[in-house]
């Protein structure tokens, strides 16, 4: 019995021996970085940012290549079919892995078996913002002018399901108002439009939105954030009377699923690492990111939450993209 059990644990043995061994020499050459939106967008943004200090930590170069289109899908869809080697991750987000599930008819990936999650890696800040000409200074004004107005107030977004448009959705069914939803194909030109009059309000990316509220383009009325941001002096939607508004759009690593064991743990170790970096932790903050690393079971479990979450606001409202 004693020898049967010696050559039962000895694949056990080398199997861990092997996966060391192999966490010790990754990586050998360049990893590559999904950014599953155009130059430009805030995930672009972010993983430039995190890619140098990473590839850095890992003494390979981490080379971000955008894939963009259908809410992300593409992109992460590239990742979801890469090589289980650690050398394809990609930033996934609250579209591709919170909302697009539960609006898109037909999905190419399973957001939970074909991943190997490795991080969270930061949230982005969001400000429901209005052009100067409607008549309200604040949430609450908003709400009673959307009240009293039913049906006149519509708000953009960057598309249908996006983060942007289930943010308006919830906080119409929150306040029980009557908002029509404007989809645009992608922020800027909605912002744009915004700016210019054609459409009177917005939930949107402070770092989209920034510039213009300080010039007075935009009138910021709250963040959508449960505490307030050094970045702009307005209270929160929660502390306007709308509870548990805490709505933002997020963003982490995921590899492929099937990725050993113990490369997703280095890229987790070194992820963090670089996003504690002072100056990429002010560089984020600057924009409006809140960088905030865990490890692969909390960000799973993070991820089970928000799919249950954006499932029903989904489902309550029959949104659906193509």
């Excluded at 993070?302 to 029959?318: C, Y």
């Amino acid at each position: 019995m004693a020898v049967h059990r010696i050559v039962l644990a000895f694949p056990l043995i080398a199997a861990v021996t092997l996966g060391n061994v192999w966490a010790q020499s990754y990586p050998t050459k360049p990893i590559r970085l999904i950014s599953p939106f155009p130059p430009g967008a805030v995930v672009d943004t972010l993983s430039r940012t995190l890619a140098a200090p990473l590839g850095d930590l890992l003494g390979q170069p981490v080379v971000v290549e955008n894939r963009a289109g259908a809410g992300g899908n593409i992109g992460m869809t590239v990742v979801a079919n890469a090589a289980a080697d650690g050398y394809t991750i990609g930033m996934g987000s609250i579209g591709t892995h919170g909302i697009n599930p539960s609006v898109y008819a037909k999905m190419p990936f399973d957001p939970v078996r074909d991943f190997s999650p490795i991080t969270f890696v930061a949230s982005n800040i969001n400000v429901l913002v209005v052009h100067p000409s409607v008549p309200v200074q604040d949430v609450k004004q908003l709400i009673a002018y959307a009240k009293s107005n039913p049906g006149k107030l519509s708000y953009g977004s960057a598309g249908t399901g996006t983060s942007q448009h289930l943010a308006a959705e919830l906080f119409k069914q929150i306040n029980g108002i009557q908002m029509t939803h404007i989809p645009y194909k992608g922020a800027g030109p909605a912002v744009a439009d915004l700016i210019a009059g054609q459409i009177p309000l917005m939930f949107v990316d402070i770092s989209a939105s920034l510039g213009h509220i300080r010039a007075g383009k935009l009138r910021a009325l709250g963040v959508t954030t449960r505490e307030r941001t050094p970045l702009l002096d307005v209270p929160t939607v929660i502390e306007q009377g709308v509870p548990d508004f805490d709505v933002n759009a997020w963003f982490g690593l995921f590899a492929p699923a099937g990725t050993p064991r113990e490369i997703v743990t280095r890229l987790q170790a070194e992820s963090g690492n670089a996003l504690r970096q002072p100056a990429i932790r002010d560089r984020l903050h600057g924009v409006g990111l809140s960088p905030a690393p865990n490890t692969p079971e909390e960000f799973a479990k993070f991820i089970s939450v928000e799919l249950d979450r954006w499932a029903k606001v989904a489902m309550s409202v029959n949104i659906r993209a193509e």
